[in-house]
């Protein structure tokens, strides 16, 4: 386990990323920028380097791809198997939040996530982020997601907005 490199702030992270050279992708070179958990065959387990919350990690492909659907079979698998091999893991470390409404209580809900950026400019803080397909792994707690619902969602279906004839 690597855990030379320092994990940042997100305002950190904003200017860590706007200081390298142009065309660098961290994640291209993982053993460079990265704080990896352990390497497989065809992805590495990484600390978030600007983690969102406690002990959040990513499933990052060591090949570079952006989508999900270039993800070819045996990479589908090993990431599959990955999931299931950290789920285990935390697990078995038996961890505890360090810090706020739960401090103290056992980590014992997960999150996997996934989010596509089709401008990867953000323009809060004018830096590109990384094209590199990547999947998102912690822990979760009950609301985590409250403060960014939208309170009218349940009047917008998508079925609404969307023609059937694209279904089909």
């Known amino acids: 386990m690597d855990k030379k490199i320092k994990l940042l702030t997100r305002k950190e992270y904003d200017k860590w990323l706007a200081a ?3 065309n660098v992708c961290t994640f291209c070179q993982w053993s460079t920028y990265q704080s990896v958990i352990k390497e497989f065959k065809y992805w ?3 600390n978030n380097i600007a983690p969102y919350w406690y002990f959040h990690t990513l499933f990052v492909p060591k090949r570079h791809f952006e989508r ?5 079979i ?3 698998a090993e990431l ?3 999931k299931e091999f950290a789920f285990d893991v935390v697990m078995s470390a038996r961890l505890t939040f360090p810090n706020g409404r739960n401090k103290g209580q056992p980590v014992e809900k997960f999150v996997y996530f996934h989010r596509f950026r ?3 400019f953000d323009p809060i803080s004018g830096t590109m982020r990384p094209a590199h397909y990547h999947d998102h792994f912690c822990p979760d707690i009950d ?5 960014t619902l939208n309170k009218d969602a349940k009047n917008y279906p998508i079925t609404d907005f969307i023609e059937t004839n694209l279904l089909t």
């Open 20 to 22: 390298l050279p142009k």
């Open 80 to 82: 599959v198997r990955i």
């Open 118 to 120: 089709v401008n990867r």
């Open 74 to 76: 045996d990479e589908m």
């Open 143 to 147: 609301h985590r997601w409250d403060s």
């Open 44 to 46: 590495v387990w990484i």
């Open 68 to 72: 999900e659907a270039d993800m070819t």
